[in-house]
Nanobody, 124 residues
Framework: VQLQASGGGLVQAGGSLRLSCAAS????????TGWFRQAPGKERELVGV????????RYADSVKGRFTISRDYAKNTMYLQMNSLKPEDTAVYYC??????????????????WGQGTQVTVSS
């Protein structure tokens, strides 16, 4: 599965952005799909991950209650709705996918498909 991320940009603190991730083919229901981010000088970290067919979801503590992952089955597209953005959310955001859920979904090495990354900058 090839992934194409879009929707990044510059926003003021407290604002909102929605990222999109379009898959090149129909995503099987057993896939784990989600988002990672990487800020300058920091390691890549999990933002959130879901099972494409439903039933499993996990968010990083730092984004719980502010970010929401959703998907449109007809468009084969996943979204990351980001509300109440903070300057510390500034990073390059990557969408990811892999077949089957994993024991440690926060480990980026498990994911076999990565989008190209989209920059999100939150100004204070």
């Amino acid at each position: 599965v090839q992934l194409q991320a879009s929707g990044g940009g510059l926003v003021q603190a407290g604002g909102s952005l929605r990222l999109s991730c379009a898959a090149s083919e129909r995503t099987p229901s057993d896939y784990a799909t989600g988002w990672f981010r990487q800020a300058p000088g920091k390691e890549r970290e999990l933002v959130g991950v879901i099972r494409w067919g439903g039933g499993r979801i996990r968010y990083a503590d730092s984004v719980k209650g502010r970010f929401t992952i959703s998907r449109d089955y007809a468009k084969n597209t996943m979204y990351l709705q980001m509300n109440s953005l903070k300057p510390e959310d500034t990073a390059v955001y990557y969408c990811v996918a892999r077949r089957n859920w994993v024991v440690r979904p926060a480990d980026p090495s498990y994911y076999t498909s990565w989008g190209q990354g989209t920059q999100v900058t939150v100004s204070s």
